[in-house]
């Protein structure tokens, strides 16, 4: 009940905080710049919706193949259509509850293919540890072929930290910063060290024991070459979704397709930081725009049209899938059933 709590008080948290900067955001469209931003939302073009329907659909459809693979070392192969329609319910129920869907899919699966939902956690953290790492390597291409735009605003970013006014201030900040991160460090491995057998001190160790043995598992998939075509498969499709969606509005069709890895680098960290990405996603597509000579309130009419087209994309595709689990199941234990029986 408690651990309940806790994760409704912690989505609350961060749904406020998503619903602050679709505020602030709209605070940020100077009175002037309504009609503009007005605009680009009834002008733009809503055909482009459906191959980045298409497109994003795909890239859900390649993250079911790719969980298969992590499945194959533990003797499991289940039909590709129940990996699928799994991974669907479980971005839906990240709408209602972040990471639920997470716990959901393996349910599904262990349901219906009879694959032990406690293996499959683990595959779990296989496959966000290496989306931590292509994100890290989005960043380095959005880096390379963007450097000004990006190095621009990440320094933008952590401008809090630093103070143009006096250097010697600027290295006070940056001393004190380092040194409560050396106590949190410090003090994490004395705790580790005093109380190993604490309840909490034994799940951090568990997770932190799971992520690497995660990592050190792919070494022992049979398909390495096809796990790594796969997770590049799927990122680059995001790339290219977000380079269609720029292309809806009439101020941002003409942006290239660096422009659109430096959006979807940034508005990766807005999906993580707030519920389903909620107003921290378009801002931060905003602000990228904005470092590419592109109006505040354009960046953000497209950045809340690429959110919307996600978020209709997974309730979609998310509710059909939910339906269709059951009959596929049913449809296929009809076929074993008369397979089975003697002609």
Known sequence: MRKKGIAIIQYAIFLGIGLFLVWWSMQQIPPEKWEDFKKSLQNANYWLF???FLIL???????ALRWKILMKPMGYAPRSGNVFFAVMVGYLANLAVPRLGEVLKCTLLAKYEKVPADKL???ILVERAFDVIALGLVFVIALISQFEVVGDYTAQLIAPLMSKSADNQSIFK?????AIIGIILWGFWFILKKIPHHPIIQVIQKILSGIWEGLSSIRQLEQKGRFIIYSAMIWFLYIAGTWIGLMATEGTSHLSFAVAISALAFGSIGMIITPGGIGAYAYFIAKVLEK???GFE???ANGTLQWFAQFIIVLIVGFISLGLLPLYNKKNQH???NTGNPA
């Open 57 to 63: 659909t795909a890239s859900h459809f390649i993250r």
């Open 50 to 52: 459906i191959p980045v």
């Open 121 to 123: 956690i683990g595959t």
């Open 174 to 178: 940056w001393a004190i910063v380092l």
């Open 298 to 300: 354009i960046g953000f």
């Open 335 to 337: 076929h074993e059933s």
């Open 292 to 294: 590419n000579q592109i």
